[in-house]
């Protein structure tokens, strides 16, 4: 199978989108396939075997993202000789988006998307002129017409595929989470961790992980915080990540009295700095309302930490009671309950860390990786007339 994969975002711009790319593109060459992906350049990149990056320039009002040209971007497709592609895998709404279908339509192949981010709940944050309702209403729009002018969408979570439903989208959807690799697993010092950053040994120490950005609600884990510090006054949370709610997270910790309880250490490296992060912490924190599925919950659980999260949205499919996470209700007091009692009981923490990491195994990259070719190749049989897809839907 020969799959040409187009994105808006990639490494070294960390988001669960460039980790699903880089996890599904290295379990399909393991499998035996050939991937190629196009994706912005961003200062300072490094290169990748197959990856084809496209020079690019800044979105305003976005330091983080970069913004292809269509028609580089499109040029950058036909490049590559016609008889190594067999399907094209959009991952993001944009550039990628339009210029995959033309490179679909142009070379015959089929075009699906995974439906990574739910623009719906949080497009308010980012074009504020926007009532929240009519932001919904235009994302929702946006979302049923991309999805229509695709032979397939894949979404990570069965909420996703409700929802999408919902909005009016009528093409085969497929039900298939971004696994975690078994390297997760293993590895990580958070010893070294606490002492880089002075951290204390016996420090308890919460954990987020993700971008910095409104959606994420990390004002509501900041405020948990501040109830935790009064039984626990030396209580640390840690905040991995950047993003454009960086500034005005650090003013409400200042504003809310926690800012000597508070950490940000910007972006880890994921292959060492971060997995250290991981096994530093005790406890890891999560109040996100817009998840599609969450893969940062499944990646603190693979690395032994206990999680307390709200469980909505993709993230219902990622957890369940017990193991290796206590759900909490979102709001201060439940929440803050649910974080007092693992941190207040050794036991419960080493149960909970345990059934954490047998969890995490059940989500296996490789065997994901399996299914998706699956997918590839039941849209490949629909597009040639060799056979329907049984229901149009699976997961």
């Known amino acids: 199978m020969q799959t040409l994969i187009l994105s808006d975002v990639y490494f070294p711009r960390v988001n669960g989108v460039s980790t699903s790319i880089q996890t599904i593109t290295r379990e399909l060459r393991a499998l035996g396939d050939t991937v190629f992906t196009i994706a912005p350049d961003y200062p300072g990149a490094a290169p990748e075997p197959g990856l084809i990056r496209i020079a690019s320039h800044r979105v305003p009002f976005?330091?983080?993202d970069r913004?292809?040209?269509?028609?580089d971007t499109v040029a950058a497709g036909e490049r590559i000789e016609n008889t190594l592609i067999d399907l094209i895998h959009i991952q993001t709404p944009f550039i990628a988006h339009y210029a995959g279908l033309e490179l679909g339509r142009r070379r015959g192949l089929p075009v699906i998307a995974t439906y990574h981010t739910l623009f719906g709940e949080y497009l308010h944050h980012y074009v504020r002129m926007l009532p929240r309702p009519l932001a919904k209403a235009v994302a929702r729009h946006?979302?049923?017409?991309?999805?229509?002018?695709?032979?397939a969408v894949i979404v990570p979570t069965s909420p996703i595929r409700d929802l999408l439903r919902g909005y009016g989208v009528r093409a085969p959807i497929h039900v298939l989470p971004t696994g975690i690799g078994q390297d997760w697993l293993a590895g990580g010092d958070g010893a070294a961790f606490r002492s880089r950053h002075g951290i204390e040994p016996g420090r308890p120490v919460l954990l987020f992980v993700g971008r910095v950005a409104h959606?994420?609600?990390?004002d509501f884990l900041l405020a948990v915080t501040r109830r935790v510090r009064q039984s626990h006054p030396d209580v640390l949370l840690v905040i991995a990540g950047e993003g454009p709610a960086l500034a005005s997270l650090r003013e409400s910790a200042g504003r809310m009295g926690v800012a000597s309880s508070v950490r940000f250490v910007g972006n880890l490296d994921r292959e060492g700095e971060l997995r250290d992060c991981f096994r530093?912490?005790?406890?890891?924190?999560?109040?996100?309302r817009t998840e599609t599925q969450g893969l940062v919950?499944?990646?603190?659980?693979?690395?032994?930490v206990p999680v307390v999260s709200i469980a909505e949205m993709g993230s219902?499919?990622?957890l369940r009671e017990g193991h290796g996470c206590l759900i909490a209700p979102l709001d201060e007091v439940g929440f803050t309950d649910r974080v007092l009692a693992v941190l207040g009981d050794e036991a419960l923490r080493g149960r909970l860390a345990a059934a954490a990491v047998e969890w995490a195994r059940q989500w296996s990259a490789p065997e994901l990786a399996l299914r998706l070719q699956g997918i590839y190749r039941a849209v490949l049989r629909a597009r040639g007339g060799a056979g329907a897809l049984s229901g149009a839907e699976t997961g």
């Open 62 to 64: 976005d330091p983080e």
């Open 67 to 71: 913004r292809m040209r269509y028609g």
């Open 142 to 151: 946006a979302s049923r017409r991309q999805c229509n002018q695709l032979d």
């Open 215 to 218: 959606e994420k609600n990390i």
């Open 280 to 288: 530093a912490a005790d406890l890891f924190v999560f109040a996100s």
């Open 297 to 304: 919950l499944l990646e603190a659980m693979a690395r032994g």
């Open 316 to 318: 219902r499919d990622v």
